[in-house]
């Protein structure tokens, strides 16, 4: 659970103050999304959980194995679900709107196993927090930084970055564990991302998100939720 009561590990006002601005405590503050990604198997969704924050899954955006726009990963018959055209964007941003205007939303609910959508469920972020922030995670959430700091939704946006070796061998034993895919295809898929790391983490910063490892996260998550929140200056 974070503790907005102390400085931030990692403090983001080190470098360049002129990141973050506070928000007035004389009003309620407006509901903002934090941001939160990195390669496939970096640990994202276990930062989220240790947060304490509600959490929205990009995951759950995924367009369905059918559906005839899914990219294929270049040379070969396997769709790439590391490619943002494996997803849908503008629904994930529409669901981040509303829930930062009414505190609620309807979410599909996917099964990456059989890469299809299994049905609907309602988020409900309303009654959560001490503090009106929540996480939205998963490995194309940079790709909308922009837009929703344009909507004046962002309170930031994070890439978890860590050695290519370390997270090859986590996301292995995850999709290995929920066997979400067959085991050439994820073999396949891990050696690929891992000669990609350093790459896709570049490609993030360069969308808007701050690089950085969990200690870092968690102090940036820890000033977002004490109602601090980056400037557009830096997002985009």
């Known amino acids: 659970m974070l503790d907005t ?6 403090s983001p006002t080190r470098g360049n103050g002129s990141d973050w601005c506070p928000v007035s405590s004389s009003s309620p503050s407006p509901t903002r999304v934090v941001l939160l990604t990195g390669p496939s198997g970096s ?6 959980a240790r947060s304490g924050l509600p959490v929205l899954r ?35 941003v529409a669901a981040i709107a509303e829930l930062c ?31 009106p922030l929540f996480i ?17 939704l962002l309170a930031d946006a994070l890439c978890l970055r860590g050695r290519p070796s ?15 895919k067959s085991v050439p295809f994820l073999l396949r898929r ?19 998100a701050h690089a950085c490892a969990r200690d870092e996260a968690l102090g940036r998550l820890a000033a977002a939720a004490a109602g601090r929140h980056r400037t557009a200056a830096t997002t985009v």
């Open 58 to 92: 990009l995951d759950d955006f995924y367009k369905e194995g059918d559906d005839p726009t899914l990219p294929l990963v270049a040379g070969s018959s396997d769709i790439d679900w590391d490619a943002p055209g494996s997803w849908d964007a503008a629904a994930a």
């Open 101 to 131: 205007a009414t505190g609620r939303t309807e979410i599909p609910v996917y099964d990456i196993a059989t890469s299809s959508r299994t049905g609907t469920g309602t988020l409900d972020i309303a009654r959560s927090p001490r503090t």
């Open 5 to 10: 009561n102390r400085p931030p590990g990692g």
């Open 136 to 152: 939205a995670e998963g490995i194309f959430a940079a790709d909308i930084a922009t837009r929703c700091q344009e909507l004046g």
């Open 43 to 48: 640990g994202k969704s276990s930062l989220a």
């Open 190 to 208: 891990g050696w690929r991302l891992m000669r990609a790391e350093r790459g896709i983490v570049a490609r993030h910063t360069a969308l808007g």
């Open 166 to 180: 370390t997270t090859f061998r986590r996301r292995l034993a995850r999709d290995l564990r929920e066997g979400r």
